[in-house]
């Protein structure tokens, strides 16, 4: 079946670091991608998304490319702050509806 | 717009007592789901539909019941809690294809 493989945590950065949070994947075909966040007591929030290879889903300074040949999504941003604290899920989806989910990183970002 | 609303945010229950989730959306969205969150679990699936009058099963189906009472509203039952049902529960919705938007949560706590 599908899944989702990513990074374990948690990861503790200094404000204006770079930042990688790795994330792989298991699907038949061509999946979705998303990069989903969570802030304390919130819900869960898209944050980008790819939905073909070689696409690239950014936002708010946040970015990550769809690479088919090693099946990853990596999250990547340049510089940290401290209201990037937050955890941090990798998912996919084949079919456009279910979604599944890693595991989830928390991210805390000291100043 | 409110989004996703779910109602309660917190609940304690004693072990067999049982209890409704509620979830509601005003964005008119065909389909619905409900998750529960465990640490180092990531989400995962309990039920979801797909539209007005269909549920199915998700990966975590054992102990719970839905209802998916009109377009808007889907509701997530326990009819004899247990403590491994402790748990933040996550209702969302979308439009297949599209992105899944998540209400804030229900934290559950069965003694």
């Known amino acids: 079946g599908d899944s989702v493989t990513q990074m374990e945590g948690p990861v503790t950065l200094s404000e204006e670091a770079f930042l990688t949070i790795n994330c792989t994947y298991t699907a038949t075909g061509y999946p979705s991608l998303f990069w989903y966040v969570q802030y304390p007591g919130e819900g869960l929030q898209l944050l980008l998304k790819a939905t073909k290879a070689d696409d690239k889903g950014s936002n708010k300074g946040f970015e990550a490319t769809y690479r088919k040949e090693t099946t990853s999504f990596h999250l990547e941003k340049g510089s940290v702050q401290v209201s990037d604290s937050a955890v941090y899920f990798c998912a996919l989806t084949r079919r456009g509806e279910k979604l599944t989910f890693g595991t989830g990183t928390r991210l805390t970002i000291i100043p | 717009n409110a989004g996703v609303t779910q109602t309660p945010k917190f609940q304690v229950l004693k072990t067999g007592q049982s209890m409704t989730l509620q979830c509601a959306q005003d964005?008119?969205?065909?389909?619905m789901y409900w998750y529960r969150q465990d640490p180092g679990m990531g989400l995962r699936l309990i039920y979801y539909s797909a539209s007005e009058g269909t549920t199915d099963k998700g990966e975590v189906p054992n102990g719970y019941n839905v209802s998916r009472l009109n377009k808007r509203e889907f509701s997530l039952r326990l009819e004899s809690a247990a403590p491994s049902q402790t748990s933040v529960y996550f209702c969302a919705s979308s439009e297949p294809v599209y992105e899944q938007y998540f209400g804030p949560g229900t934290r559950l706590t069965v003694t």
């Open positions: 964005m008119n969205h065909n389909s």
